[in-house]
């Protein structure tokens, strides 16, 4: 399923609101742009109406003879207001972003990993899946995320929060969906070469429909190995670097990989098999083909049976 | 120049023994006599003590009619403090978010997290990390035993993982 | 440059060379103290150039504090007490020897620089030592770390795996001090040489002056960091 | 024929820009890869950075071509973000950041407070080769090793990073070092070299701006120095203060970084707003309105940029403390710059103001200030910034203050300073029409990107939601406006350096001791005797008695 559109829902300015927080801050926005405008408009104005008002003429040119060169009064007033509007400001922002920020009651946890260039979603159910979490909806949720290599950022811009994910360090974020749908996943903290493509989805729906959802995930660990192997080739972000035509992308394709030969920056070479791509895919960083770089990360957190799946589904790409 | 002020060298020798001294008292402090935390406190206190004598004396700063340097140097030093401070509070304060979610839900018995490096994730998928540690040593046992040896290895793990689970 | 019969000239005593103040200056006082006052700047640069050295101590030191306390009972304190004397004294006789050329008596100031610079190569060749010794036993960062024992003797402080980062920590503090002080014995031998050509007098003294100033900080860095790495 | 020459150099005015002119090209070289003189170096600077800022924008303008098309389209991945860092390193390292204090600030500060030279002349001379030298090995380093990391170098993605990090922060760290004497010397030269009379309060504006850049640059660029030694200690030792494999903490780094980094926006503008106060003051032909507000919300400015570094850390799972402390402290630094917007605009109050080329775009700064000013209100409040954090909202905002304003600014200045600088004038005309399609192609450019942003579009990509496409279409057509008036700025530029009119002494008839006491082009030794201040920078109340009464002679005299 399609993420819904970023740009056609919502205001103008902001991506639908699904929930309360996201209200909250759009109004926050709304009244600080609109107060920003309002300045704007008045200080500009001022600054144009004296360029018209006051602009040089060689006969009729304005002559101050006393020129007004301090006012203290004038002056305390333009420190003073606009200190006191930023601290009202300061304190209204301050109590949104705690009441934003923090876990509700009870709320339902997932634990999730950012890497070069994937998110996967752990369940509580002992599950996982990879670009695509799915939750309740109106449930508060609570994701403690992880990197395993570099700082990677947790961003859906429909819930206005992003947070940064940190190796060899949790960081959490609370919320909770009001609306069911599906939203979009960004990574927005730099991360190498497909941060661009670094998304996931959030599927929210509704509790029925989870439940099915959490069962069928539980079985569906007995599809065919091939449907697996395709499965994650999406998921897992495979495809950012490996394509299935032959195309170049930061890793080599996988048409035709299996006995293709295989020549290796270190000099030595082999014709590719299973176990080749069993090892590559556990330590990358030993077989670099020639014309790469070493940048795959290890995928050794996969179960036995998910690495079988993905050879098996290598070996149909012709 | 020329009127700048000759110091004369009583308190140079002066400001040296004092030094010794005070370092001589620092290492005894702190090496012999157990204080607990307080032996840091002592040891820094002893230090801005010395640095405040060479300062004022070696440096001439007692002397000195022209304040800027004062001024500017103790702004730096403010500077300095803040920023070893704020960032000294950051870290030990990581966890802050939690106590602010306890004040919020005061009625959730749900024991807080405990952030720690061997993480909570272990409890669901032992491999989540693999610390640089590991992985040299993974590099290193490969060049050692060669890669089959190697993999063998990381199979039998896994089925003897695998094994496991379905108990 | 045609204008520069208006230029500053410090007298000297007989056998010295005479000062000639900078084009731009009205005085040789405005001279002495613009350097003065650029001095300061640079000493204040140099306390935040630290500065970001003693953050991260003061954060892994609270994050580790067992690492820390079992790195630094493991460093010499003797040695570390040594090379501190020896900083102490080379500012003392930095200070005579600044205050000898103010007045005037050239041998006093050649002894007291030279005892100064020897002082500063006493210094590094302690430092020396420590480091062969520690590049012997494999107790150094990361990349390098391959001292076993002291990891399995004391498996039971909490966080020992951390300990190469405390022996990081030690080698970036004291090779950069290390290289302040490299730098401030060049600019030392740089003043003797001037002692022995007699550029430098009573009427005019600003080298040897900021030298001095530079000179006494690298020591002010050292009186914080000997107890923090040696000691607690 | 040697008659003839030497006639001819005899007529020739003699000024700082003309010995060894006429004694070969290696004479020539020499005078000036030798000189101490503050305003040859000044020169010099201006080259170096308009070759940087030159290099610099073409890589915008590459970063704008792939970006037409949601698709990849002209690059690959890597090739892009070696493209965007390096425009962002070039651009805020080696052009920002030394643009105004090290070019105008350098040809201006000596002139401004009655000084032969700065304090320091061969120090000065020697910062323009550390930059040179740091910014050659930067540059070289990031165009043959395609540098990935962004300007921001953060951790562990820098050390993992297989391009040639290790070059460039030795570049950085070199160019630093060219940053921190700069504002070392000026500090003193401010502080010992002031003509006689000239107390801190008669000194003009532009000389209390580059005083409080002065004391960013001693105070924090050293931060980002041994930050850089210790990304090299880490890549090359492991010493782990930063690697989290390690027991270290990437975050760290950040604080680190951004210690430097957010003091360092004010180095760039700060003097952006210093030129403001002189070209409104010379324009509008009136004393400033203020002059102590003006002058102390720099020191203000640059006292409180040292506390809101940690703004940048909002997302970064900062404690939430700290981030609360610094949104608080965030508020603050708003306000001394929101004092100097309405004292300029009070100015304006009753003067006698000329639509001129440099007002111009003095008068742009102000639109584009308030506009990046405002946002950045928006940008301080936490819940507002987690949204907006790393996406073309930031982008938007940093570049409304940056180019918006130092760019602007930097701009502005040469306009206003071009005549004394070369003693020549450029076309009036033609300046308009480059004003006008910077300021539109500026807006069209960047306004977009603020909606964008705040609909979701994080920055740093190469391939998009095709719902963004219009969006990315809208700027990049901008920015070949902007590219458009650049190339037309540069063409008159150099035609007035060709055959331009000859300027006068005082072309706008400013106040301040550049244009009342020194030749257009200055001599060598700037002043032919030493100034003697008697008032304050911006007296023109008499200067407009004066001409009232030359006006009333003259009316008189026609009726």
Redesign the interface.
Known sequence: MDAQ????T?T????KAVNEYAR??DF??YM??WG?VF??VA??G??LY??IR???HP?T???????????LK??IT??IV??VI??A??LW??K???????????ALEY?V?GQKWSWVF?YKE?F?TASELTIPVSKPVRL?M?S????H?F?V??I?????V???????LSFQIDEVGTY?V????????????MWAKINVVDDASYDVFVATAVEQVNIPPVELGEKLYRSYGCNACHTLDGGE??GPSWQGLLGKKREFTDGSSLVADE?YI??SM??P??QIVSGY??VMP?F??LS?KELSGLIEYIKTIK | MSEHKIIPIKYYLGVFSALVLLTIITVYTAKFVDLGSLNFVLAMFIALVKVTLVGSIFMGLLWEKNLFPLIFLAFSFIIFALFVSVSVLDTSSRSSLYAIESIYNRNDSRTPIKIDREGLLSENDGKIFRPRSEIIELKEQIQRDGIEAVLKEIQEKKEAQNKEAPE | MSDDTAAVIVKSPKGFTDHKVGHHFQTADQEFSSAYIGTWLFLAQEVLFFSALFVAYAMFRNLYPEVFAYGSSVLDWKLGAVNTLVLLFSSFTMAMGIRSVQTNKMKAAFIFLSFTFICGLIFMTVKYFEYAHKIAEGTLPYDFFNSEISLETFSNVAGIENLPLFYGLYFVFTGIHGIHVLIGMGLIMWMIVKVRRKTLFAGYYTPVEMIGLYWHLVDVVWIFLFPLLYLV | MKIQESLALAEEEVNYLSPGKHQGIWVFLKTWALTVDHKRIGIMYFIAVIISFFVGGSFALLIRLELLSPAQILYTAAQYNAVFSAHGIIMIFLFIVPSIPATIGNFVLPLHIGAKDVAFPRLNLASLYLYLIGGGIASVAMILGRVDTGWTFYLPYAITSETAVLFVGVGLFIAGFSSILTGLNFMVTIHKLRAPGMTWMKMPLMVWALYSTSIIQVLATPVIAITLLLLLAEKLLGVGIFSADLGGDPVLFEHFFWFYSHPVVYVMILPAMGIMSELITTFSQRNIFGYKFVAFSSLAIALISFLVWGHHLFVSGQSAYVNILFSFLTFLVGIPSAVKLFNWTATLYKGSIRWRSPFLWAFAFMVFFAIGGLTGIILGLLPLDIHLHDTYYIVAHFHYTMVGGTVVAFIGGIHFWWPKMFGKLYSEFMAHIAFWIFFVGFNLSFLPQFVAGSKGMPRRYYTYLEEFTIYHQLSTFGSWLIALSIIMMFSYFVASLMNGEKAPMNPWGGKTLEWTAVKSPPDEHNFERVPVITHGPYNYESEEENLAKQNRQKNRGAS
């Open positions: 559109s970023l740009t056609e919502g103008f300015f902001f991506p909250e801050h926050l926005h600080i742009t920003g300045i704007f200080v500009v001022v600054m004296f360029i006051y602009r040089y006969d040119n304005p002559i101050a003879k006393k020129q007004v060169i301090h006012n004038l002056e333009w420190t606009p200190t930023v601290m400001i300061f922002g301050a949104d972003y705690l009441e934003g920020n923090v876990a509700k009651q009870g634990q990993i752990f002992g996982k403690l992880t395993k290599d570099v700082i950022s961003y811009p429909n206005r929060l992003k947070r940064d940190v190796p060899n360090r949790y960081t959490v979009q960004f990574c927005t903290e730099y991360c190498g070469d497909e941060h661009s493509s992308l930061v176990d069993y090892t556990l330590t960083w030993n770089n070493n290890s050794a957190y036995d």
